[in-house]
């Protein structure tokens, strides 16, 4: 049985990377048909907030990362971790160690001016100790006695065999003095409790998977299998930050992309099923595998996120999008109560805009009288189109209102004048929405409708020469 997990510190918003970590993780849970669980690991107690674990939640939860245990939090787990640290200290496994930091930093600058790597030297290491007295006063840590010598190896499901010296690992401080363990302690008790068969994560982890797999063995559990995933970088190269455009998943929902949307992008940000730029998450899952996971970072491209944005928009149901537009249009001081059914209406602009905030911003001049720059006015209203609004207005007041109706009554009106439909349904468009791009005019006026149409150009009329 596949278990995986995903360990978000809730130390900020979760961000594009987090995200991806953890719909990797999910995704090869679901494809395996194993569980996905949810652990915040909220030791950083300075750091940690209640609205960072909730923004975190929130994120998961819009992107349909659905988790079948959890979230389990690791600060009500401190029993637990105290109990498999006294067993260690038994064992002669971990030990107290009570060096200040002062004392560390001194010892850390001797080595360095010797040319030596910093590191812990042992110092309180029990065959170091013997003899000597705890100073008074001091609480100590308690550090994990790392073997000497020998290879940590692992066959890295995402970057193939990695291997560690363990000359290079010094005793990491596993539990601090005020008994919260530090992350690498609290992340290998709680994947082994957990059963965590798959550990997926960021690759900035991969100097800790070492330290990881000691303390698994020195308590003789299983060593689960690890799969490292390149970071996300901005097209400059650099890592990810918000000068590349939005970094908190949440802001994507803020800025009225679709959930799907998304979750194609971050799939496909560096993991790739041949040539298939846009699939379900239902293929996703059925596709995914670590293997084609690329080695190397990947690097955001909102362009390519908008574009995504928009074919998930075209293919969205109508009903849905009424629904996810409406708190759009209310921000930008539209009430859709009374005006045009909402449903069309999203049904005539979808196809012209990337974002549900787009699409609000499109729709504004249906629930709301906007009026047209002084510019456009001189741009679109020419000598003589007063007379023509005038005998339009006539016919507009009479006919069935619908678009075949409406339309013909354009045509009848500028055949009258001997002109052509661009001269009338430009200025008309700008009269009644305020703007010159827009859907079909006599759709736009269709779902309008009669009076809110004529109230716009008897508002407009003075304006006309
Ligand atoms: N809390 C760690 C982080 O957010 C989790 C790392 C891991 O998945 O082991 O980076």
Not at 207 to 212: A, D, K, V
């Given at each position: 049985?596949?278990?995986?997990?995903?360990?978000?510190?809730?130390?900020?918003?979760?961000?594009?990377?987090?995200?991806?970590?953890?719909?990797?993780?999910?995704?090869?849970?679901?494809?395996?048909?194993?569980?996905?669980?949810?652990?915040?690991?909220?030791?950083?107690?300075?750091?940690?907030?209640?609205?960072?674990?909730?923004?975190?939640?929130?994120?998961?939860?819009?992107?349909?990362?659905?988790?079948?245990?959890?979230?389990?939090?690791?600060?009500?787990?401190?029993?637990?971790?105290?109990?498999?640290?006294?067993?260690?200290?038994?064992?002669?496994?971990?030990?107290?160690?009570?060096?200040?930091?002062?004392?560390?930093?001194?010892?850390?600058?001797?080595?360095?001016?010797?040319?030596?790597?910093?590191?812990?030297?042992?110092?309180?290491?029990?065959?170091?100790?013997?003899?000597?007295?705890?100073?008074?006063?001091?609480?100590?840590?308690?550090?994990?006695?790392?073997?000497?010598?020998?290879?940590?190896?692992?066959?890295?499901?995402?970057?193939?065999?990695?291997?560690?010296?363990?000359?290079?690992?010094?005793?990491?401080?596993?539990?601090?003095?005020?008994?919260?363990?530090?992350?690498?302690?609290?992340?290998?008790?709680?994947?082994?409790?957990?059963?965590?068969?798959?550990?997926?994560?960021?690759?900035?982890?991969?100097?800790?998977?070492?330290?990881?797999?000691?303390?698994?063995?020195?308590?003789?559990?299983?060593?689960?299998?690890?799969?490292?995933?390149?970071?996300?970088?901005?097209?400059?190269?650099?890592?990810?930050?918000?000068?590349?455009?939005?970094?908190?998943?949440?802001?994507?929902?803020?800025?009225?992309?679709?959930?799907?949307?998304?979750?194609?992008?971050?799939?496909?940000?560096?993991?790739?099923?041949?040539?298939?730029?846009?699939?379900?998450?239902?293929?996703?899952?059925?596709?995914?595998?670590?293997?084609?996971?690329?080695?190397?970072?990947?690097?955001?491209n909102p362009e390519k996120l908008l574009w995504l944005s928009q074919q998930y928009l075209k293919a969205a149901d109508d009903s849905r999008l009424a629904t996810l537009v409406t708190p759009f249009l209310a921000r930008d001081g539209c009430d859709t109560a009374g005006g045009p059914d909402l449903v069309r209406v999203v049904a005539l602009l979808k196809e012209r805009v990337n974002t549900v905030e787009e699409l609000a911003?499109?729709?504004?001049?249906?629930?709301?009288?906007?009026?047209?720059?002084?510019?456009?006015?001189?741009?679109?209203?020419?000598?003589?189109?007063?007379?023509?609004?005038?005998?339009?207005?006539?016919?507009?007041?009479?006919?069935?209102?619908?678009?075949?109706?409406?339309?013909?009554?354009?045509?009848?009106?500028?055949?009258?004048?001997?002109?052509?439909?661009?001269?009338?349904?430009?200025?008309?468009?700008?009269?009644?929405?305020?703007?010159?791009?827009?859907?079909?005019?006599?759709?736009?006026?269709?779902?309008?409708?009669?009076?809110?149409?004529?109230?716009?150009?008897?508002?407009?009329?003075?304006?006309?020469?």
């Open positions: 049985m596949i278990r995986t997990r995903f360990a978000p510190s809730p130390t900020g918003y979760l961000h594009l990377g987090g995200a991806r970590t953890a719909l990797f993780s999910w995704a090869f849970a679901r494809r395996h048909g194993g569980t996905f669980v949810l652990r915040v690991e909220d030791t950083d107690v300075e750091r940690s907030t209640a609205a960072s674990t909730q923004a975190i939640l929130d994120a998961m939860d819009w992107l349909g990362l659905d988790y079948d245990e959890g979230p389990f939090y690791q600060m009500q787990r401190l029993d637990r971790y105290r109990a498999v640290v006294d067993q260690l200290l038994a064992e002669g496994k971990a030990y107290h160690c009570y060096a200040s930091k002062e004392e560390l930093d001194t010892m850390r600058e001797q080595q360095r001016a010797a040319g030596l790597k910093p590191r812990y030297d042992g110092r309180w290491r029990p065959e170091n100790a013997k003899g000597k007295t705890p100073p008074a006063g001091v609480r100590p840590v308690i550090r994990f006695r790392n073997p000497d010598s020998g290879v940590v190896t692992w066959n890295d499901l995402v970057k193939g065999d990695i291997s560690f010296a363990n000359e290079e690992l010094d005793d990491l401080v596993i539990m601090r003095a005020d008994g919260v363990p530090t992350y690498n302690f609290g992340v290998v008790i709680d994947d082994w409790d957990m059963n965590i068969t798959h550990v997926i994560r960021g690759d900035d982890h991969v100097n800790n998977t070492p330290r990881q797999i000691n303390i698994y063995r020195a308590l003789g559990a299983a060593v689960p299998h690890f799969g490292h995933v390149p970071m996300i970088l901005g097209e400059d190269g650099e890592r990810l930050s918000k000068r590349h455009g939005a970094v908190s998943v949440m802001q994507y929902f803020d800025d009225g992309y679709l959930p799907e949307a998304l979750n194609n992008y971050l799939a496909r940000l560096g993991w790739s099923h041949g040539d298939d730029e846009t699939f379900s998450m239902e293929q996703f899952v059925e596709w995914f595998d670590l293997g084609h996971i690329s080695r190397s970072p990947a690097k955001f911003d499109a729709a504004v001049y249906f629930y709301r009288a906007m009026h047209p720059t002084d510019e456009l006015r001189a741009q679109h209203y020419a000598a003589g189109l007063g007379a023509m609004v005038d005998s339009l207005v006539a016919r507009l007041g009479t006919i069935a209102w619908d678009k075949p109706a409406i339309s013909e009554a354009i045509k009848a009106t500028v055949t009258e004048f001997g002109m052509k439909m661009p001269k009338l349904a430009m200025p008309l468009r700008v009269m009644v929405t305020g703007e010159a791009q827009t859907p079909a005019i006599d759709a736009v006026l269709e779902l309008l409708g009669r009076d809110t149409t004529l109230a716009r150009i008897a508002a407009e009329r003075p304006h006309l020469p």
